[in-house]
């Protein structure tokens, strides 16, 4: 079994729902990150033997199927792919599968990519292959609310595990300013310019390019999302304290070390573990805590040797409840958590393009630990149906 290198990380902006990069599906949006982090690790597609993507709505493609290989041939990549849909934790998965193919010896470069394009989702109509005889034809929309038959909306178990948890709106809200706040300092400060690639969207009147993410608001205070009713039928859960729709897409290069050598590529990070778990359905908002401490586990190490925490902002709840269940209930170690879990902003800010945010916060959580000289980092995320994945990098 072999160490995992990652030798560079790079992701596009995050779009607004029906923004600058609805134009793209999630392949498009995929290839500038993808060349991007080609670039930076100094190497070809010739030189990549394995491409695993996370993508979670295929619809949002012409052809709904197999976009992993639809990427690989359009990146001049005609080697093994493979598409992962864990939900939200597609992306991080697909990192997981990668680093298990290097260290076993069945690859040795890895490229793996996140993507999502939700303008592009279709509403879909069911049933016309059979034809409507009479009535109405009904569209549904899979992204709004986002749920599964027989289970309640994603936005629901937030809510009861911020309940059972006992964090109540005020610390939601709270939350969310922070995110927004934390992204415009770092933002200001120019930390995502090594993550970030700009994307140029074709048009007919000329190219136009977004270079920098769309959503967040650096002003936003607590006092100002007070004032917005819930959703979803929830008490506590309002467009203020969630993420968002988006588009955005993520990629990063994984070697092994004697293949880096040999390539002269430069490691940036090691992947020390990973890990997946699963809850009960309801348990999206402390499964991350979770999968982290399994990936702690592995790694040999404990939570207070963790430098940064990256915890997914599928809502606002969700890293408040997983840092709860990760403190021990303890709330002063929860706020002392806080102050190193997402510290460039997180995706109530960003936003979540659900088949690119696993590898979203990776790259980001690579780039702060190189921009503060080193350390040991946690990223970790929930997904559909209470999944969990999580990753230990050492840079």
């Known amino acids: 079994m072999t160490n995992v290198l990652i030798a560079s990380a790079r992701r596009t902006p995050v779009g607004r729902y029906l923004g600058g990069l609805a134009a793209l599906d999630p392949v498009e949006l995929a290839i500038p990150a993808c060349l991007a982090a080609l670039k930076d690790a100094g190497i070809g597609p010739g030189d990549v033997d394995l491409l695993t993507m996370g993508n979670c709505f295929s619809t949002s493609l012409r052809t709904a199927s197999v976009a992993a290989r639809q990427l690989g041939l359009r990146l001049g990549i005609d080697r093994p792919s493979l598409g992962v849909d864990t939900a939200c934790c597609s992306p991080m998965t697909a990192l997981r599968l990668a680093s298990q193919a290097i260290r076993l010896g069945e690859a040795e470069v890895a490229l793996v990519v996140g993507a999502e394009s939700m303008s592009r989702v279709p509403h879909l109509a069911r049933g016309l292959r059979q034809g409507v005889k009479a009535g109405s034809i009904e569209l549904q929309d899979p992204i709004f609310p986002i749920e599964y038959a027989g289970y309640a909306p994603v936005a629901v178990d937030a809510e009861r595990g911020a309940r059972r948890y006992g964090i109540d709106r005020a610390a939601m809200d709270d939350m969310a300013a922070r995110s927004n706040s934390r992204w415009g300092e770092a933002s200001?400060?120019?930390?995502?310019?090594?993550?970030?690639?700009?994307?140029?969207?074709?048009?007919?009147?000329?190219?136009?390019?977004?270079?920098?993410?769309?959503?967040?608001?650096?002003?936003?205070?607590?006092?100002?999302?007070?004032?917005?009713?819930?959703?979803?039928?929830?008490?506590?859960?309002?467009?203020?304290?969630?993420?968002?729709?988006?588009?955005?897409?993520?990629?990063?290069?994984?070697?092994?070390?004697?293949?880096?050598?040999?390539?002269?590529?430069?490691?940036?990070?090691?992947?020390?573990?990973?890990?997946?778990?699963?809850?009960?359905?309801?348990?999206?908002?402390?499964?991350?805590?979770?999968?982290?401490?399994?990936?702690?586990?592995?790694?040999?190490?404990?939570?207070?040797?963790?430098?940064?925490?990256?915890?997914?902002?599928?809502?606002?709840?969700?890293?408040?409840?997983?840092?709860?269940?990760?403190?021990?209930?303890?709330?002063?170690?929860?706020?002392?958590?806080?102050?190193?879990?997402?510290?460039?902003?997180?995706?109530?800010?960003?936003?979540?393009?659900?088949?690119?945010?696993?590898?979203?916060?990776?790259?980001?959580?690579?780039?702060?630990?190189?921009?503060?000289?080193?350390?040991?980092?946690?990223?970790?995320?929930?997904?559909?149906?209470?999944?969990?994945?999580?990753?230990?990098?050492?840079?």
């Open 188 to 395: 200001g400060q120019g930390r995502f310019l090594a993550e970030l690639v700009a994307v140029e969207i074709p048009g007919r009147k000329g190219n136009t390019v977004v270079a920098r993410d769309e959503q967040p608001r650096p002003e936003t205070s607590p006092e100002s999302l007070a004032g917005l009713k819930p959703i979803f039928g929830t008490d506590s859960i309002t467009a203020g304290n969630s993420p968002g729709l988006n588009d955005g897409a993520a990629a990063l290069i994984l070697a092994s070390p004697e293949k880096a050598r040999n390539l002269g590529i430069r490691q940036k990070a090691v992947v020390e573990a990973a890990s997946c778990v699963t809850a009960s359905p309801e348990g999206m908002s402390w499964v991350p805590a979770l999968a982290l401490q399994a990936a702690l586990g592995k790694a040999g190490r404990s939570l207070p040797g963790l430098d940064l925490l990256e915890i997914n902002e599928a809502f606002a709840a969700v890293p408040l409840v997983s840092l709860r269940v990760l403190a021990g209930e303890d709330s002063a170690r929860a706020a002392e958590l806080l102050e190193r879990t997402n510290v460039n902003g997180g995706a109530v800010a960003i936003g979540h393009p659900v088949g690119a945010s696993g590898l979203r916060i990776v790259a980001t959580l690579l780039h702060e630990l190189v921009r503060r000289g080193g350390g040991v980092g946690g990223a970790a995320i929930c997904g559909g149906l209470a999944q969990g994945e999580s990753v230990i990098l050492r840079v």
